[in-house]
């Protein structure tokens, strides 16, 4: 891959790495940046394991990341009220406290960058203190990877409607779509079955201005978390992120 392209898939991890452990209509339609603060019941739990995957001309290049939060108040979608833990692992990795993001990361861009077997189970070990108390909880990572084959990578598409295939692995259950803007909000959410194709429609894109947009495909396995002590709500995900920059004419 060129320090070019290098550069921009490094620019969308960093995007993704704010949606990996996000909230999603699956599991919440409340909970955003201006709904009131609200106290969590017991620690609220986020945890993610996660492979961004970009198809450029039919290369694909991947990143796998593993993430987690903890906040004293309600937060599917950011951290609110963040709180740190005592030690977290997932099977062998340890996560390291981020301070921008306010959250527990893994990644290693460089070194290894493809670490996430597909159809391995991750055990998260939290080792708490007096604001999360201790826990451990598991999910198991998609058996196959989805990725857009159709549009290309910046390719120009009709604000009229326009066609989406993807590779499916052969895969079932659902996938989910948002179509971003350059400030990485979300401007249409769509979940669809896994079948390799989609169709926005000329209705669905009514209103969007021309420009450049992000699409992003997700296929995830998900649960809520049942520790005691920990909020009910709460999450655990591991998911396939895939991301196509397009040019909305």
């Known amino acids: 891959m060129s320090n070019g392209k290098l550069a921009q898939f490094l620019c969308i991890v960093f995007g993704l790495l704010l949606l990996i452990s996000a909230c999603s209509d699956k599991n919440t339609t409340t909970g955003g940046d201006d709904d009131p603060i609200e106290e969590a019941n017991g620690a609220f739990v986020a945890m993610a394991v996660a492979r961004a995957l970009t198809n450029i001309s039919g290369y694909q290049t991947r990143i796998d990341m593993i993430t987690a939060r903890f906040d004293s108040s309600y937060a599917p979608c950011n951290p609110v009220t963040p709180v740190q833990v005592n030690a977290i692992t997932c099977n062998e990795y340890t996560l390291d406290w981020d301070s921008d993001l306010n959250s527990y990361q893994y990644m290693e861009v460089i070194d290894n960058p493809q670490f996430i077997e597909l ?8 080792t708490g203190n007096s604001s999360v108390p201790s826990f451990s909880d598991s999910i198991n990572f998609p058996v196959n990877e989805t990725y857009i084959t159709s549009p290309t990578y910046y390719g120009v598409v009709s604000r009229s ?6 590779e499916s692995g052969n895969s079932t259950g659902t996938v989910m779509m948002f179509l971003m803007d350059a400030q990485n909000d979300t401007t249409i959410y769509v979940e669809t079955d896994n079948d390799g194709s989609y169709t926005f429609s000329s209705a669905a894109l009514n209103g969007l201005t021309a420009g450049q947009y992000g699409l992003v495909m997700i296929h995830e396995n998900w649960d809520y978390i049942t520790a005691t002590g920990i909020d009910p709500r709460s999450f655990i995900r591991a998911r396939v992120m895939n991301t196509t920059p397009i040019n909305l004419q």
Request: avoid cysteine.
């Open 119 to 126: 159809g391995e189970e991750y055990i998260f070990t939290i």
């Open 161 to 166: 409607g326009f066609d989406v295939t993807w």
